[in-house]
């Protein structure tokens, strides 16, 4: 099948061809308000005009933030951020290697954790004070935060924390949660830049791990861990027996309750990934407000605005004039800290916080979920 043909196939997939041409999609979407050449809108129309040739489908596939705002807004119910991900496998490399942040670093370390033979060094964050298992039901996935630390280790961020601190809320249940050794990237990065195989040989080799440990439920504190597992991982070929949360849904159903206030205000940056694409926003909003005071910003839920990057693709003007604008939004709200369930928004929104020309503007604190929780229970 040649890939006009499935570009088709995917355009009755995904019921582009509905497309009313109303303007919704590019209306709400964050791309479109700082890049006026961005437009879902026209990507669907010339998809359907211009097939895979398209220079315009060919360029903006990999400018999209692939957010899910657009989904939200469409009256006709086109899943175009799907339609996005499923098309990106039909162009090569060579079309989207300008669009790579960290001149495709990042990917290339999570293609090499598809080697078979791949001898990592992932648990030294695991200090003497954390209790884990080598097998049990509970997993915590950690997903690549031991990686990120190291590669953003000049941004004063600690993603290491995130793993230390979920630990330590799952000991203070009294669960000792299987922590692998061995555990691969969740294939997250390399499925949204296309390259699908690589995301099932991860796939694969994790979902092994699972079963080899005797887990029945995975805990991650990411949200683009999450929803991988919980979505792209089962294969109706190939049975999937895991409930997977993040770890603001299971303290949720478990009822936890925050041992002490935090004297602090706080706003909340809903991740695409755990907000739009998994429907979790009540969750780590009630357990903020067990702790401290939570004022939204305007853009919020449903509605709330990316981080300005997705699948570390496209580190340009465009998106830092995003993550300038949500950071002067968290601002305006006159929280002490932003909080946030994604390491990659903590990155993404700490990296803007750099530009020496805004500095006292756009300066604030930014917290994993994990850590606030954390704090109330020392």
Wanted: net charge negative; proline share 4%.
């Amino acid at each position: 099948m040649d890939k006009n043909e499935t570009l088709n196939q995917l355009i009755e997939k995904f019921q582009v061809f509905h497309c009313v041409e109303c303007g919704k999609c590019t209306g709400a979407c964050p791309l479109a308000q700082v890049d006026r050449d961005f437009s879902p809108r026209l990507m669907a129309k010339y998809a359907i005009e211009q097939g895979i040739d398209s220079e315009y489908v060919r360029e903006k596939a990999w400018a999209c933030l692939t957010c899910g705002l657009c989904d939200e807004r469409c009256p006709v119910g086109i899943s175009f951020t799907e339609f996005i991900r499923t098309i990106r496998p039909l162009y090569t490399r060579e079309d989207f290697k300008g669009h790579l942040s960290h001149g495709g670093a990042l990917q290339g370390l999570m293609r090499m954790q598809t080697a078979p033979g791949l001898i990592q060094n992932r648990l030294d964050w695991i200090t003497p004070d954390l209790k884990v298992s080598s097998h049990g039901e509970i997993l915590y996935f950690v997903g690549c935060l031991p990686y990120f630390e190291t590669f953003f280790s000049d941004m004063s961020v600690s993603l290491v924390k995130i793993a230390v601190d979920t630990v330590r809320i799952l000991n203070s249940l009294g669960i000792e949660p299987v922590v692998l050794p061995d555990e691969r990237c969740c294939g997250h990065d390399l499925i949204w830049t296309g390259d699908e195989e690589s995301f099932h040989k991860l796939r694969l080799f994790n979902i092994e791990s699972f079963k080899k440990a005797g887990v029945k439920t995975i805990i991650t504190a990411c949200g683009e861990c999450s929803y991988v597992l919980k979505y792209l991982y089962p294969d109706s070929s190939d049975p999937f027996p895991f409930e997977v949360m993040h770890l603001s849904e299971y303290l949720k159903m478990t009822g936890f309750a925050a041992g002490r206030s935090i004297d602090k205000i706080a706003t909340y940056q809903d991740p695409c990934r755990l907000g739009r694409f998994q429907g979790v926003y009540d969750a780590p909003r009630e357990l903020l407000g067990q702790m401290l005071e939570l004022r939204e910003m305007p853009h919020f839920g449903p509605g709330a605005w990316c981080c300005g990057n997705s699948a570390w693709l496209n580190c340009d003007r465009y998106s830092k004039q995003m993550q300038v604008e949500r950071l002067l939004e968290a601002r305006g709200t006159q929280a002490d800290l932003m909080v946030t369930a994604c390491p990659k928004c903590q990155v993404h929104l700490t990296c803007a916080m750099r530009d020496v020309n805004r500095l006292q503007d756009l300066r604030m604190k930014i917290l994993d979920i994990s850590s606030v929780i954390a704090e109330s229970i020392e």
